[in-house]
């Protein structure tokens, strides 16, 4: 039987799948939220805070810093990195699960460099002396750009690939690779899965983690190549993946038939919105196509586009309130006070409670990071003195 939803009905079902609707998301605290989203993505880029910390705080509020570290990187493990949507923290329970894309990677013999043959040589250096970072194997460049690896570099990232070795925590930004075999549970370890047993399991994580989804939005989850997004089709359709067929009135055609995880359609979703700035990276915005079609908003991380081009500014973060996104920020630091180097509302916005709504997000982030004033550089003509006011307190 397929469910029929209405575009809203869908949004606020996405809303809390994702933890941001309803008290229920903060239970846990970011372990939890974790294993909520099946995989918080990673990146190099650090504004008012690094991006999987940012998506931690957008659901559970001013939560210390150290405890969301704590709940991605600790000992024993509880997560580790690998290729999910892009490089992501995983639940480390989610072990067994990518044992298809450790094996297609390892038959492809490649990561963007050439693999060296000193992998053997770093393998046993991990096995004698382990837990390592880059800097116990001779230093992770050549010392030209950044793209230019040491062959170790480029040696243990390939381990890393193939499951030999894993990450499970990290010393500041630095990855520690240790063998898998002491790092991850034995009985994750001696799970063996064929690449469809693998894809069924993931595409039901997918599912409850996206709430309602296309099939484009879990393959995109997933970042599935073909012949993998073949075996989701087939547990899609045969039911193993335990997710029912929904059709979203109000979505385009293309895209109205879709899935969703069953529990998630038993109740009307209830509770409070979060008002809260997101992280470019953040699942709930991920997804460019995904973004636009659930939320009416054109979302793109303009950190890579030349500044001259840019329209919103550097690291971007949508302002989610109302369960709505009505806004952006581009967000800096000075000294203890947070700076909106760029502050807009969308179109339609109703301008006092959006401001209001801007306010709230702004200081909330500024208390979080240990900011104790809120400074706006650029926003609209019309909105300057509202937003003044608002940011008054």
Not at 141 to 156: F, P, T, V, Y
Not at 266 to 284: A, I, K, Q, V
Not at 345 to 351: A, K, R, Y
């Amino acid at each position: 039987m397929t469910v029929t939803l209405s575009a809203d009905e869908a949004r606020r079902i996405i809303l809390r799948a994702q933890g941001l609707l309803g008290a229920d998301a903060r239970r846990g605290g970011a372990p939890a939220t974790l294993r909520r989203l099946g995989a918080v993505q990673l990146d190099t880029i650090s504004v008012l805070a690094r991006s999987h910390e940012l998506v931690a705080y957008a659901r559970l509020g001013a939560v210390g810093r150290q405890r969301i570290e704590r709940a991605y990187w600790d000992d024993p493990a509880q997560a580790f990195e690998y290729w999910c949507h892009a490089a992501c923290i995983l639940p480390i329970d989610d072990w067994p699960l990518y044992a298809f894309r450790r094996r297609y990677l390892r038959a492809r013999k490649f990561r963007w460099h050439e693999v060296p043959d000193n992998v053997d040589k770093v393998l046993e250096q991990v096995r004698e002396s382990g837990p390592i970072t880059t800097a116990d194997i001779g230093g992770a460049k050549n010392g030209g750009l950044w793209w230019d690896w040491s062959d170790s570099k480029i040696a243990i990232e390939w381990l890393l690939d193939i499951g030999e070795v894993v990450c499970t925590r990290r010393v500041g930004w630095r990855r520690v690779y240790d063998l898998t075999e002491r790092a991850v549970p034995a009985h994750l370890v001696a799970e063996d899965l064929s690449d469809a047993e693998c894809i069924t399991r993931l595409a039901g994580i997918a599912g409850r983690a996206l709430g309602v989804a296309t099939r484009a939005d879990l393959v995109d989850f997933l970042r599935l190549r073909p012949v993998y997004a073949a075996l989701l089709d087939a547990s899609l359709l045969d039911g193993s993946a335990g997710l029912t067929p929904v059709q979203v009135s109000g979505w385009p055609d293309r895209s109205a038939s879709a899935w969703a995880d069953p529990a998630a359609l038993e109740g009307e979703p209830r509770g409070r919105h979060r008002t809260t700035l997101l992280s470019p990276f953040d699942s709930l915005v991920w997804d460019r196509a995904r973004t636009a079609r659930v939320f009416g908003f054109n979302h793109r991380l303009e950190a890579y586009v030349p500044k001259e081009k840019r329209v919103h500014g550097y690291f971007t973060m949508p302002v989610l309130a109302g369960g709505r996104l009505i806004g952006r920020v581009d967000p800096a630091r000075e000294g203890s006070t947070l700076v909106g180097r760029q502050v807009s509302l969308e179109p339609g916005v109703n301008q006092r409670k959006g401001v209001e709504s801007l306010a709230d997000a702004l200081w909330e982030a500024a208390s979080w990071v240990g900011c104790d004033d809120v400074r706006v550089d650029r926003v609209d003509p019309h909105l300057s003195e509202p937003l003044r006011h608002a940011l008054t307190r």
